[in-house]
């Protein structure tokens, strides 16, 4: 089926860069066939043979969609549940550690369904969904989440983020604070082997990657390196490389992280990474706030991306990414949204928004503030990129996936029309959202999913949720358990110095 969008204003981010006033895109299946002024449909399409739907562009702007480029989807029932704090306090409730509060597979589903129908309606085409899974994960687990991407109609790339050493050996000082009778609970809980993972992984490509019609891919993911085996860190980047797939891999995302690479290897963690020859150009490096010069070096040459997640960083307290530093050293930068509970959202607006105004205050260089322009860069290009997908989204160009959003001009967040990128990254918040597209498929019209049914599956979640509080008050009371023991060991964390700081007040 064929689709001519008539007289929008086009942002294309295309290599020129080109924008038009006025101008018609006509997409016929999944793709691009011709932007421009006053097309000539006959030119393209025989129109008694090939249906054409024309839709009206007029007073709105057509632009690619929006890319978040990182997700947790199995915290998407946790949004405003869990308390703010550190991330390694946090992860008491979102990753409990003695591993026995095991879910369901439809529970995966619903989880990955609510965050798929909020993107889709905020004009989000594309997610890269670091799936994590306690204790361990499961095929039908794994399904479940692809299954309700399938069914959303969302663009999406998903990994199996798992670690596969004991808890207490991911942080420094843990193994020596806490008391024999935890450390044997916590060396109880299931653990799968590398080879484990790696058959996992392998079935996980073999079924899903290149799904509906490539809309559906894999991704791979150790979690961070400090939380896997150097054997299984390394042969999984050799899986990356063989099916050239995105490795999402948390790095120096908190000061605990920069202590533990002191104290566990000598070095800072993207050092490790690189010395064991796994820093590359598929590396997906999620955060990167404690990182020195050298580090962004090695990531220059490397080449590998960074998805920068500034809602979460600055909710979990791990600091303000140098987003300058890394875009002066030619580091594609992508935005993400992490996960509910330390976002709240999967807005990607208000997540660009963000990056852009807290860099105000690391420099009184104004100059060196994020552009509007950048920002959506980043959001666009730079989160293509991140997903080694940049050839087939985030262009309004022949030849690419038909992933669009009509934004509507006509609303309070352009009126009156200023500076149109300045009001989408620092006025729009996904309201003005009329039309989301992916692969040619309209899936959002005038603020209505077409693909699922979300009022019934709403009600299943809040019903999923009352079944599953029993569930979270056990993980509570595990938290509870092991909070001072954490607590101690950030505070040892804290107290040791690291050379530098990524907070506004003093990192002691």
């Excluded at 019209?445 to 056990?474: C, N, Q, S």
């Amino acid at each position: 089926m064929a689709i001519l969008i008539r007289n929008a204003g086009v942002l294309t981010f295309d290599k020129s860069r080109q924008e038009y006033a006025r101008a018609d895109v006509l997409t016929i299946g999944q793709r691009i066939v011709a932007v421009g002024p006053d097309l000539q449909v006959a030119d393209f399409v025989n129109p008694a043979t090939e249906k054409v739907e024309v839709i009206d562009g007029a007073g709105k702007l057509l632009m690619p969609g929006l890319i978040n480029a990182h997700l947790h989807s199995p915290a998407a029932f946790l949004k405003g549940a869990l308390q703010d704090s550190p991330l390694e306090i946090f992860m008491l409730y979102e990753v409990p550690p003695l591993g026995d509060t095991p879910l369901s597979a439809r529970l995966y589903y619903l989880r990955a369904m609510l965050g798929a129908m909020e993107m889709l309606k905020l004009g989000v085409t594309s997610v890269h969904d670091d799936a994590f899974f306690n204790p361990t994960p499961l095929p039908e687990s794994v399904d479940a989440i692809m299954n309700a991407y399938r069914d959303a109609g969302i663009r999406a790339r998903v990994t199996i983020c798992q670690s596969n050493i004991v808890e207490y050996e991911k942080f420094p000082f843990l193994a020596d604070i806490l008391p024999e009778e935890i450390k044997r609970a916590i060396r109880a809980a299931p653990l799968q082997s590398g080879e484990e993972l790696l058959a996992l992984y392998r079935d996980f490509i073999a079924r899903w990657h290149g799904a509906e019609d490539g809309r559906l891919l894999c991704s791979v993911s150790c979690s961070a390196p400090q939380r896997v085996t150097e054997r299984y860190l390394q042969e999984l980047t050799q899986l990356s490389t063989q099916h050239d797939l995105p490795f999402n891999i948390h790095i120096l995302e908190t000061r605990l992280q920069r202590v533990l690479g002191q104290e566990k290897y000598g070095k800072s963690l993207i050092r490790y990474v690189h010395d064991m020859g796994c820093l590359d150009a598929r590396k997906l490096v999620i955060h990167a706030i404690w990182i020195d010069d050298a580090d962004i070096a090695l990531m220059a040459d490397a080449q590998c991306s960074i998805a920068h997640n500034p809602v979460c960083n600055l909710k979990l307290g791990s600091g303000i990414m140098r987003f300058r530093a890394l875009r002066d050293a030619g580091v594609n930068v992508a935005v993400g949204t992490d996960e509910a509970p330390c976002d709240d959202t999967a807005n990607v607006w208000y997540a660009a928004k963000t990056m852009g105004l807290v860099q105000h205050i690391t420099t009184p260089d104004w100059t060196r503030w994020p552009k509007a322009a950048e920002i959506l860069d980043c959001v666009i290009l730079g989160g293509a990129r991140s997903m080694l997908l940049e050839r087939q989204i985030g262009q309004i160009a022949p030849g690419f996936q038909a992933d669009l959003i009509l934004v509507d001009l006509d609303t309070l967040a352009f009126t009156p029309l200023n500076d149109l990128q300045r009001q989408l990254v620092f006025c729009e918040n996904g309201s003005s959202v009329r039309m989301t597209m992916v692969a040619g498929r309209i899936v959002v019209r005038d603020g209505k999913l077409l693909t699922v049914d979300e009022a019934a599956l709403k009600a299943e979640i809040r019903e999923a949720v009352r079944e599953y509080h029993p569930t979270f008050a056990r993980i509570e009371a595990h938290a509870q358990t092991l909070l001072p023991y954490y607590r101690e060991m950030y505070q040892r964390a804290v107290a040791q110095d690291v050379g530098m700081n990524r907070w506004l007040g003093d990192a002691r």
